[in-house]
């Protein structure tokens, strides 16, 4: 009997693969950091072997420690990090360049110049998007421009892009295939009809012979090789990361809202079936498609949250480990007036401004680490409540809960720091892993594993509620003290 649904979840910094049952719980987990490569200032890299590599590795030690066989999994669902930029060679599958992560500032400069060409209005309509060095598209168009012969085997149709769910899937199965919630962040995908945009292809000089077929979100993708799993086990969901933990927060009518708190920090709210365009530069982005048409979100991204502790860690050494920061956090009854932008790779949204660098303002004598620890948690709240009050203002709702999840979800002090400056519950799921809860309910919704989303609704449970408690007073003059020091670090720019 095919009991169980594999995920694998492929992230930024690690490879993590989950075995889920019927009720949506994890049987077993396996998970693997893999390398980070910095060329250049701004820019960040990844090995795409070492992406499937470590993925097989931990989809295998997790179906070990479950102790089933691969006969036993009905299905295998795939997340991914989004926008990270995969080229391979169709015939022998082997990558022609590093991937290039979403991170990634390289593009800046041919951005500013497609912009010179009026070419933003027209991304802005058909893709949702922002003319930005973060989707995809110019990814795409830098290594065809830079690394010699490519230009010229892409147009003779020998070279394959991906994001990284396409990169697995190709490495599973043997197919070039995406889906519209990844396809909707490459830059060259028109949310409006659902198909890739010859006229911004052609903008970008970017043959189409490149791309990957289109398959909804919950649907075949292709089954596994035998020889991986000791069984051809199909993959029948795919999605984004910030799509798929929208799914997985079961966040499925108009409203729901759901902030992921990983590398980076991603607010989604389910929009339905039409698209809503940001007056206040958030993104409009396809959420899934379970095979009835597209499901639209209204997205905003913070570029550093999670990953301002891992600094804090690895680079400041201020910190042995990430729970340390709570505790550091709280050892000090506030910032002491230090505020902290973390903007080591620009701002995100609502400001998206890629120049725009780090600054910790505030700074006094009697300034100790707790101070600058606490102030970089503060950060990633603050940052999350400028996404909220814009999406209110955009989709025209008043959002009274947000689901939370992703590894700084765990830390009490920035949950509760969280429902204190937005003024609103802030609730955990009883199953953290969202991200690849959902990519199992996608894959399980097309098989029948599940029967509809109203079943899977069944299965999800809070686990924690934190509700505000402090005053207005006091919460609006943070805010006010967190805009100015926004303001202050726009005007130091790389």
């Keep these: 009997m095919k009991q169980y649904i594999l ?18 719980s994890i049987i077993a987990g396996s998970q ?8 250049k200032p701004g820019w960040v890299e990844h090995n795409p072997v070492e992406i499937w590599e470590t993925q097989l ?12 066989k691969g006969e036993q999994i009905a299905a295998i669902g795939i997340t991914n990090q989004r926008e990270t930029t995969v080229l391979w060679e169709k015939k022998t599958g082997k990558p022609v360049y590093n991937a290039i992560v979403w991170q990634c500032r390289r593009t800046t400069d041919i951005c500013n110049e497609l912009k010179k060409s ?54 599973l199965t043997g ?32 043959p189409g012979a490149m791309l990957p077929v289109i398959s909804a979100s919950s649907g075949y993708f292709g089954k596994t090789k035998r020889e991986l799993f000791g069984a051809e086990i199909p993959v029948t969901g795919a999605a984004g990361d910030q799509q798929a933990a929208l799914f997985g927060q079961t966040c499925f009518k108009k409203g729901d809202v759901k902030i992921t708190y990983g590398t980076g920090c991603f607010s ?29 979100a209204i997205e905003g991204s913070i570029f550093i949250a999670g990953a301002v502790v891992q600094w804090l860690k690895d680079k400041l050494q201020i910190i042995d480990s990430s729970p340390e920061s709570e505790k550091l956090a709280l050892s000090v009854k506030d910032t002491g007036g230090v505020y902290f932008v973390p903007a080591f790779t620009g701002l995100g949204a609502p400001y998206w401004d890629p120049d725009v660098r780090g600054t910790i303002l505030g700074i006094t004598r009697g300034t100790n680490r707790a101070h600058i620890v606490r102030a970089a948690l503060e950060s990633i709240a603050f940052q999350s409540k400028d996404l909220i009050d814009a999406m209110e203002q955009d989709v025209k709702l008043k959002v009274k809960e ?15 720091f969280q429902a204190d400056i937005l003024n609103k519950s802030i609730i955990l799921p009883q199953t953290a892993e969202t991200t690849a809860l959902g990519a199992a309910c996608l894959a399980g919704l097309s098989t029948g594993y599940w029967e509809n989303i109203d079943e899977i609704k069944k299965n999800w ?7 505000p408690d402090t005053n207005d007073a006091i919460r609006r003059e943070k805010i006010e003290s967190w805009n100015r020091a926004v303001k202050a670090a726009e005007t130091f720019k790389a």
């Design 268 to 296: 989604l709210m389910n929009t339905g079936n039409r698209p809503v365009f940001s007056k206040n530069n958030l993104l409009t982005t396809v959420a899934w498609d379970l095979g009835g048409g597209l499901q639209y």
């Design 118 to 171: 009026g070419l933003e209005d027209t991304i802005r309509k058909k893709t949702g998007l922002l003319l930005d060095p973060y989707f995809s598209g110019t990814k795409i168009k830098w290594i065809l421009d830079n690394i010699p012969e490519i230009r010229k085997r892409a147009e003779k149709g020998e070279i394959a892009f991906g994001t990284v769910d396409s990169w697995l899937i190709y490495n």
């Design 175 to 206: 197919r070039h295939v995406t889906e519209p919630s990844n396809a909707s962040r490459t830059l060259l995908y028109n949310i409006n009809d659902g198909n890739w945009d010859s006229e911004i292809l052609k903008e970008l000089n970017i």
């Design 32 to 39: 693997k950091e893999f390398t980070q490569y910095f060329p």
């Design 57 to 68: 590795l931990t989809a295998g030690e997790a179906i070990q420690k479950a102790g089933i």
């Design 461 to 467: 449970k809070i686990r924690k509620e934190y509700t």
């Design 7 to 24: 995920s694998l979840d492929q992230g930024t910094t690690s490879s993590r693969a989950i075995v889920f049952d019927h009720s949506g």
């Design 402 to 416: 947000i689901k939370t999840d992703g590894g700084a979800s765990l830390n009490s002090f920035l949950m509760q």
